[in-house]
């Protein structure tokens, strides 16, 4: 077996552990080897985090060892960001993100954040558990092109709905497009709620809000 290959079987076993001193030596070590950061991130830390929700599942992790979990990912996130983000080019366009109210699952919505900055748009985080009114908020004072929400929960999910229809009440619907994501979040469900569209991954919002802004 390769070091690369060995490198990605660690990585997936430490951040499983949530150990996260090894995850980001391992990270510097797979990019001192001239490593592709999104490797790094698709072939070892997702499918890792995925490990995790399956655990816990199956009632054999708890809320703690997915805590860790998450943040090991978070501290070898903080060395790729900058080199999958890399863009230095004038922003294409702008977009509002944040994670619904009542939900802080954020690691999601943050790889959709590095992956719009790397393709070359402004992005506001309003961070974790943002009201509607915070969305309101920020599209009347950034004017963005648009507007994605990210939520984890089932129970989370019906605050994307709230959150568009208060973004209607405030008659700013029309300035913004709106784009939904997060695991449970379908098809469906954004037509359903008066979405302008939903992204399973951060590669599919990068295309998705490129095609509903027309830009090429
Ligand atoms: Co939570 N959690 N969690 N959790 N957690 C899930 C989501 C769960 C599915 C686990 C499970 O049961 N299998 C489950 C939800 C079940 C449900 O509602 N049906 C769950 C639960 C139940 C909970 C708690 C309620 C547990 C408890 O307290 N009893 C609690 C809720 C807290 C709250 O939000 N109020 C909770 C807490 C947590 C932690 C804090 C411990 C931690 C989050 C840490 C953090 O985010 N900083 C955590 C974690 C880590 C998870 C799992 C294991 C991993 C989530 C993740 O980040 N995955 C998760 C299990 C799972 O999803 N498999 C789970 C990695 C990420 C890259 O995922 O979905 O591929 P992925 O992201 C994609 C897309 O979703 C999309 O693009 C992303 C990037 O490609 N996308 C968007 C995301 N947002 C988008 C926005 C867009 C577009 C696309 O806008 C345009």
């Given at each position: 077996m390769t070091r690369e290959a060995e490198i990605l079987d660690e990585l997936y076993d430490y951040t499983l552990d949530g150990e996260d001193e090894p995850v980001v030596e391992l990270t510097n070590e797979a990019l001192a080897l001239g490593m592709d950061p999104m490797v790094v991130l698709f072939d070892a830390l997702i499918p890792a985090l995925e490990e995790v929700g399956r655990l816990f599942e199956q009632g054999e992790y708890f809320v703690p060892e997915m805590l860790v979990a998450a943040n090991a990912m978070a501290g070898a996130m903080d060395i790729l960001k900058p080199l999958i983000a890399e863009?230095?080019?004038?922003?294409?366009?702008?977009?509002?993100?944040?994670?619904?109210?009542?939900d802080i699952h954020d690691i999601g919505k943050n790889l959709c954040n590095v992956m719009l900055e790397g393709a070359g748009f402004e992005v506001i985080d309003l961070g974790v558990n943002v009201p509607p009114e915070r969305f309101v908020e920020a599209i009347r004072e950034h004017q963005p092109d648009a507007v994605g929400m990210s939520a984890f929960l089932t129970t989370t999910m019906p605050m994307a709905k709230v959150t568009i229809d208060e973004i209607g009440e405030a008659g700013l619907r029309d300035q913004v497009k709106i784009l939904v994501g997060g695991a449970p979040i379908t098809q469906d469900y954004a037509d359903l709620?008066?979405?302008?569209?939903?992204?399973?991954?951060?590669?599919?919002?990068?295309?998705?809000?490129?095609?509903?802004?027309?830009?090429?």
């Open positions: 863009s230095g080019a004038k922003p294409i366009g702008s977009f509002v993100m944040g994670t619904v109210k009542g709620i008066g979405a302008d569209g939903f992204a399973p991954d951060a590669s599919a919002t990068v295309r998705l809000t490129k095609k509903l802004l027309d830009i090429a």
